[in-house]
């Protein structure tokens, strides 16, 4: 009863409940899209994410967590426009990037129709970036509840316009654009917020404080943006490696498929990784028994995530053919395939900030680098080999899952170390 009762609970439902509504929204518009859209132009708008993405997740330098940490409102407000600095100045060397060597591109993912759609990124992963840095402004005075409808609002414009242009017959223009609307409502909500409480504090940017602020915290772009990186390349090179040794059919459901299953693991898990590390942050400057925080968070995701995947593990092929359509019952037995690896990320996942908090970084990321490693030689061993795309998500489902195992216990050990 205690643990319903705390704030911690509170905030997380907050939090939780806007990301609920998302879900389902995205949730109740795939049968919709997967009969207006096809395999193979779901595989062009994943390709396209996986390049803006790359670049989102480090558009900030990653300065955009040191928000948090700071114990004066001034650390916090220059971090804040320190990470809107590096945004632009990111989105301008994306441009650069595309102009200098977009055709490349065209070669790596095996198709000529992808360049026309990635001149939208420059813009895409600046909006990405500020729109970061608000969410963590928001998280560290606790304005959940604007996190929460942020969310919502993103949701329900990027469904939207998905099933309005896809009528429309926009394509993948549809999709591409659509996604786009939704970043900057979310972001236009931030801004709002920001400007409606806080924009007094904006007098307290000075260029000298930002200097200092960068190099307190620079452990951040040197490790931690490198980690960023690295998690995101991963997810990126899966879907090249995947357009090399597989059809465009293969990466549609493969991408499909895994928008599906990760919608649990951000919903649950982004939720509850948020409030956890504004709490753990805070049991650590207080000096509060942290390891016995982790593990009750431990075991209330994973009460979560163990039967929502066995559920996925019996029956998904039957599942996925009568909610997304005909012949969708493969994507079905890829999820079969994904499932161990998917649980242990969900289950985990909400932790991984504790590094950041305990100032294990450098380890942290070169557990990262294993993870990354592991998943991308898998891919290229099973398509090498030649058994088919599932044959390649088996393996990467099995060392994953023994990765996650390990990684769980350094975190355990390492929040032992501190309640001591």
Sequence with gaps: MKLFQSSFFRHFMTIFSGGVVAQLISFLVEPVLTRIYTPEEFALFAQFISITTIFSVIATARYELAIMLPSNHRGSINILALSVLISFFVGILVLLLLILFGDKLVFIYQTDKLLVYLWIAPFSVFIAGVTQALNYWMLRYEQFKTISFGRVVQSASNATGNVGLGILKWSTWGLIVSYLVGQLVSFFVFLRTFLKKDYKALKLVQKGEMKSMAKEYSDFPKINTWHAFTDIFQQSLVIMLLSYFFTA??????????????????????????????????????????????????????????????????????????????????????????????????????????PLVLHRQKTAFLFSLIGNSLIILSIFVGGNIGHGIYFSLGIVSISMSLYFIILLGWYLKISSALSK
Excluded at 253 to 258: E, G, L, P, Q
Excluded at 274 to 281: E, G, K, L, M, N
Excluded at 284 to 308: G, M
Excluded at 322 to 328: I, M, R, S
Aim: no cysteine; glycine share 6%.
């Design 249 to 354: 059919e293969d990466v549609g459901y493969y991408s499909r498929t895994y928008r599906l299953l990760i919608a649990p693991l951000t919903l649950i898990g982004s939720s509850m990784g948020q409030v956890f590390f504004h709490r753990a942050s805070k049991y650590v400057h207080e000096h509060q028994n942290l390891r016995s925080f982790v593990v009750k968070n431990l075991l209330f995701i994973s009460a979560l995530a163990i039967p929502l995947f066995l559920l996925i593990i019996f029956f998904a092929p039957y599942l996925f053919e009568w909610f997304l359509g005909k012949g969708w019952d493969k994507a079905g037995v890829m999820a079969q395939y994904m499932a161990p690896w998917l649980m242990f990320t969900m289950i985990v996942s909400p932790m991984s900030t504790l």
